[in-house]
C-alpha cells in the first residue's frame, strides 16, 4: 500500500464529491465523504477490477448498498477511469446517466442498483453465494450505513450469509454515527454494531474508517477469514475533510451553495497540498 | 368434470423446475421456508446444490435473487403470492424491476383458493403490484400444461418475469399435441359471437363450463385465456371486443387491478365495450375449504353463468 498515494487520491475524490453535489444543487455529500478513503481503498488497493473491463466475470463486485452516497462511489470510479471526470459534474441533471442512486443499467462500474436502504446487501449476498455455487473466486464488498442497518432486511441478509458461510463477503458498516434526524444514538441506536455482528457468527473488525493503515489491516485480515463472513465496523467522520460539514447531520443531504462551495475546496485544496509536502 | 385429471399448478412448477434444472446448469431455485408448499421441492430434491433456503425472510430472499442474477444465473424465487408480490414488493420493484434482472418470481397460493388458512394468506393483489412494474411480465397460468409450459417461456425470456400458482387442483384443459405457449398471446378456446369472456387462470374451466350453459340458452360467447396478463394481448382483446360487442373479465383476483382492469384500460382507449368484471370485489377472504369460497365468492360455473346470463340481457 502507498498510503501517501491513497491519501492524495481519497483527497481528490472529496473534491469530486463536493463538486459534483455543488453542480447537482443536491445530493448527500456527508456520508460520501465519511466514507471517501474507504472507496478509495477499495478501488485502488483492494479490489481486483479493470475499469476498461466493467463487467469482466471474474471481477471482484461492490455494492453501494448505502445508495444515497452515490457521488462517494461516482467520484472514485470516475478518479479510476470508468468515466470522465467532467461527467460528475452532471449528477442529478435531468438526461445525465449519473443518476441519484447508483444505477447499473447506465453506468459503467456500478455492480448494483441501490439506494432503497437494506437492500443492496442482500444483492450483495446473492452475488456471493453465486462465487461460491459456481468455483468463482471473486471476493463481494459491500457498504452500508450506520443508520442503514435499522432495517430488518439487513439482518435477514447477515443471518443467511453466515448461515453459508461466505467468507467471500465483506460488509463495511460506515459508523458516522448521524442519520437524517439526528444522532443514531438519539433516533434508533444500533448500537452496539460489533456485537450485533458477532451475534450474527461474523467475523468483525472495529477499525477508525478514515486511517488507511486500519483500512489496510482490516482488508487484509477480512482476507485470511474461512468459513465466515467478516464485518467492517469503520468509525469515520461524516463530512469528513470539510471543515464546516464535519459531524453535521445537516448536511447528511443538501448540497453547498456558492460560497460554501468556494470554502470546501480550500479545505481540500489546502488538505492536498499539506499532503504533496509529506 | 369428475372424470377429468386435476393438478394444482403449484405441483407443475416443481415439476417443470426439476426439468429444466435438468436442461440447463445456470437454473436456480430460492424458497422462504415453503419448499413442501410451493412444489420447490422437488428441485431441491434433484439438486440440492443448486437450491437456496432462506428462511423465513422473503424481502431477503428477493435482494438475493437480484444478486444472483447479476452473475449470469437463472434464479427463480418462491414464496407464496401473499409474500413474494405483497410483502417483498419493494425489493421486487428496486432490486429486480428497476435493474431489469433476469429473476423469475414463482408466486404459489394465489387468490381465495388458498383456503382454510383464510384471509392473510390469500392474495388477491398480487396480478395488480406486478403489472405495474415497468418490464415486468406477468403470467397467470390457467393448468397443468400451460403452468409447465410458462415456466419455460419465463427461462427463455431475458428479464424480470411473475409467474402466479395455485394450490387448489385444477382441470387439466389443454392437453392436446398441437398445444404451444407464446409469452404475451391470448388463446381463443371457444369461439362466439355474443359476447366474450376473457379469463385467467383458476376459473378458465369454469368459464368454459359456463359458456357451455350460456349455449344452452342461446347464448354464444367466446372464451379467450389470457395466460399472460402483461404484457396483454391487446390486439386480440381490441378485435374480440368489436367482434361480440361485450366483454366479460374472470378472474381469482380483485376486481381493482388486475386483468379486468387490463383490459378495461386497453378497451377505454381502443374500443370502448360494456365490461363485467367477475373477481374479489373488494373485499378479503376467510377461511374454508376451497371448493366452497370459489362458490362463495361467485367463481364457480354457476355464479359465471348467472352474472354473464344477466349481463347480456
Redesign the interface.
Known sequence: MDKLKLMKTANEVRKDIVTAVHSAKAGHPGGSLSAADIFTYLYFEEMNIDPKDPKK?DRD?F?LSKGHTAPGLYSVLAEKGYFPKEDLKTLRHTGSYLQGHP???HIPGV??????L??????????????K??G?DYRVYTLLGDGEIQE??VW??S??AA??KLDNLVVIVDNNNLQIDGAITEVNSPYPIDKKFEAFNFHVINIDGNDFDQIDAAFKEAKTVKGQPTAIIAKTVKGKGVSFMENQAGWHGKAPNDEEYKIAMEDLEKAGEALCQM | MSDVKKIATRESYGNALAELGAEHKDVVVLDADLAAATKTGVFKKAFPERFIDCGIAESNMMGVAAGLATTGLVPFASSFAMFAAGRAFEQVRNSIGYPHLNVKIGATHAGISVGEDGATHQCNEDIALMRTIPGMVVISPADDVEAKAAVKAAYEHQGPVYLRFGRLAVPVINDRPDYKFELGKGVVLREGKDLTIIATGLPVSSCLEAAEKLAADGIDAKVINIHTIKPLDEELVVAAAKETGKVVTVEEHSVIGGLGSAVCEVLAEKAPTKVLKIGINDTFGESGPAVELIKKYGLDTDSIYEKIKEFSK
Open positions: 466475470a463486485r455494492v444505477d447499473m443499467k455492480d448494483m442498483s441501490s439506494g432503497s437494506g437492500q443492496g446487501i442482500s444483492a450483495a449476498v446473492g452475488m456471493a453465494i453465486a462465487a455455487m459456481t468463482a430488518g432486511q435477514e441478509a443471518m443467511l448461515h453459508r
